[in-house]
């Protein structure tokens, strides 16, 4: 597994164990054990976990010399202060145990004159397995110095807030979390149809019920250095979710461009699914599908599954009216003024905008102006009947 790297240097141990203990003179040591790790957020999370861990071992701790703190988010309105760069040192069981941090240099290493393999082993397996990011919400972006992380909230939407019909939300639902929780494998889906549809619903759903259940959600909105993000990943966060939201922008067919240097990393962040450490779920949305690599759209073992998310049947717009109008009913009339148009959610979510900014200026019940909310709508998005100019 790649990872951070742990080198050890091997000390001759010595039954001489002055320099244990507070008492007596202080007895330089030599690095026992140095992390280095491939990129600052490798280097920060591993200094949490670290610093976290020595800090409720020891009964004392004193830092010695000059140092540097930088804070690191580990929840979504929460930090921590850590040492960016010092010496700290931690009392032990009665003995002393030297700390180094030099996040500039991606360094971090402990000294002691007794052994210290168990607590390093410790130390690793924590980082892995209980690191503050695991179970949490992560946008990853691209940073300055490479990969850079904000932690977002849970998701509100429900599955039983999508209309979608029964047997598809069920197959997205079985190829997504329940392979985290029962099949124990990767997968890889595709959510493809028009802007507006519910793909994005369809995502953020799936991030509430990865969370609820006690893994971590990955969202990226943009092209990130996905090697790099390939091993944090297999190294700190898996068994996980992926979200790749309009992956039509860095995935466009080299039939069309020529060339997309931008591909090959992607394609072997997707080609590794099955060989992740632990299982790893992703899941992708576009509202071109044509414009995408064959080799991403049509590849099984990448995206085993494609969902067409259409606009709704006008069986399904009934219900859809329901759920995003819950304080009123809908008439007959009303129905049949949204349906024939491809309206999709997001059209039925604006006639909502709509509908509420009508009742609150001309100072009337939302259903009596809700009529006029479908027309300004129809009039501003509906095929053959924009026109320019301003429409009230």
Known sequence: MIGVKLIIQNQRERPDRRGDSLEGQPVECKPSHIWTAPDLLTAKLTACVIQQRLRELSSDHL?????LTVEFPVG???????????STAYCING???SYQVDLSH???SLSARFPIGDLVDELKTLVRAQNPYRGKHLLFENGDCGLDVRILPCPTTEWSKISLPEKLADDIQDNTSFQLTDVHQSNGILLYGPPGTGKSLICQAVIRDTLKKGFTACTLYGYVDFLALREFIDNFLSPCVVILEDVDSFTE?????GRNPGLAPFLQFLSGIQAWSEPVVTVATTNYI??????????????NRRYHIAPPEPAVVEEMLEKIFPEMTWTPVMIQACQGLDLTGAHFSEIRRTALT???RQQRPLPEVVMDAIQIVKTHFSPGQRRAGFSP
């Open 358 to 360: 009508l009742a609150k």
């Open 76 to 86: 979504e309105n929460e930090s921590v202060a850590l040492l960016g760069f010092g």
């Open 63 to 67: 830092i010695t010399g000059e140092a």
């Open 106 to 108: 991606l360094t971090q």
């Open 95 to 97: 003995r002393l145990l």
């Open 253 to 257: 067919s080299r039939l069309k461009t």
């Open 290 to 303: 044509d414009l995408i690599d064959d080799a991403v759209a049509k590849r099984p073992m990448r995206f």
